[in-house]
Nanobody, 129 residues
Framework: QVQLVESGGRLVQAGDSLRLSCIAS????????MAWFRQAPGAEREFVVA?????????YYIDSVKGRFTVSRDNAKNTVHLQMNSLKPEDTAVYYC?????????????????????WGQGTQVTVSS
């Protein structure tokens, strides 16, 4: 049985930092493209960042988080992290990790789709001003 479990979300103030974790069981994350999505109150789910190690290592970030968020892997612990610095109120959302097989195009990787086979239940990040 495959399971992704996110943790690390909490209430913080603008400018603070958080480190989210996504721990997998039932799959080996080093064989998957791993992404973080988020869903703000009243909004649709959106792509945030992805780490793709197929062929060559690539990372993908939306413009609003470049320079602030960093995705990384700890393969020994079968875990993916999202380091979030300089948090802003607009970062407030439920953050989800998701896994898909290697080989997607940039546009495919940067959108939620059934090709993301596994999803966590999310962790709430709230940034106050």
């Amino acid at each position: 049985q495959v399971q992704l479990v996110e943790s690390g979300g909490r209430l913080v103030q603008a400018g603070d930092s958080l480190r989210l974790s996504c721990i997998a069981s039932g799959i080996t994350l080093s064989s998957y493209t791993m992404a973080w999505f988020r869903q703000a109150p009243g909004a649709e789910r959106e792509f945030v960042v992805a780490d793709d190690n197929w062929n060559i290592h690539r990372t993908y970030y939306i413009d609003s988080v470049k320079g602030r968020f960093t995705v990384s892997r700890d393969n020994a612990k079968n875990t993916v992290h999202l380091q979030m610095n300089s948090l802003k109120p607009e970062d407030t959302a439920v953050y989800y990790c998701a896994a898909r097989r290697w080989g997607g195009t940039t546009s495919q990787i940067m959108r939620p789709s059934p090709d993301y086979l596994y999803w966590g239940q999310g962790t709430q990040v709230t940034v106050s001003s």
